[in-house]
């Protein structure tokens, strides 16, 4: 029997994703959950986070916050 494993965290994103990308480089079978409402990426200020509805593709998210801050991408 092959086990499964899920990442989980509120937005789906940084350590929850950073785990599933090192545990499917291992050959395991992962998949990455998210309990919130919504992703939130940092901005330029905590009250003013990059929100995104879930099912939105990282390609978008990434082209986007590149376009608006390159150097808040790079940093965050």
Partial sequence: MRF???M???SNQKRSMEA???LNRQGLDVASYGTG???KLPGP???EPNVYGFGTPYKHMFDEL???DP???VES
């Fill in 4 to 6: 499964r494993y899920a």
């Fill in 37 to 39: 409402s919504h992703v």
């Fill in 8 to 10: 989980v965290c509120s």
């Fill in 71 to 73: 150097e808040l991408l």
């Fill in 66 to 68: 590149r376009r608006k």
């Fill in 45 to 47: 200020s905590a009250r």
């Fill in 20 to 22: 599933h990308v090192l």
